[in-house]
């Protein structure tokens, strides 16, 4: 039982810190209204790096799939209904992934949050394109698709690099 309230309790802290650091950015650069790509890019930066760092503090099964789902409420709360979408899949997804890989270690966070970030990214940028009527071309989705893992990959690798002096340092167990 007191292992169930850690991972809500973890789950929530990061989630919201994410979503705190996201708004921020989004609202900061205005991004969203320069392109629907832009958006999404920026903010596969630091909450992602939040939220990488999260996956590991938690360390636990079902830990990701927490972090997705509290994102999920959060921006339904504020009526973005294509990203809750969006972070409900990209929590499935990475649990999956964490499911074979683990939470903590070089190759797991990189995979886990590059799995995360191209599953947000893409997805949100799918789903509000269609909020908009507007098709996206095939070329450019998959660039930025790749774009999205990459920026996932190094934000995972800095997570571990984050995490691994949390451990050292005895911040983290």
Request: no cysteine; net charge positive; charged share 10%.
């Amino acid at each position: 039982m007191q292992q169930r309230v850690r991972l809500w309790v973890f789950a929530a802290i990061f989630s919201v810190a994410s979503y705190v650091v996201s708004a921020g950015i989004s609202l900061g650069t205005a991004a969203y209204v320069a392109s629907i790509f832009l958006d999404p890019l920026l903010n596969l930066t630091v909450p992602l790096l939040i939220l990488s760092v999260g996956f590991q503090a938690i360390n636990e099964r079902w830990g990701a799939f927490a972090i997705g789902v509290i994102m999920a409420v959060l921006f339904a709360l504020i009526f973005m209904f294509f990203l809750t979408v969006a972070e409900l899949a990209a929590g499935l997804l990475t649990e999956a992934t964490a499911y074979f890989l683990g939470y903590r270690g070089l190759k797991a966070s990189v995979i886990n949050t590059a799995v995360y970030g191209v599953t947000e990214g893409a997805l949100s940028v799918y789903v509000g394109s269609l909020f908009l009527h507007y098709a996206i071309p095939a070329l450019p989705f998959t660039g930025f698709a790749v774009a999205f893992a990459l920026i996932g990959a190094l934000m995972g690798y800095l997570g571990q690099s984050v995490s691994s002096y949390m451990l050292r340092s005895r911040l983290m167990r």
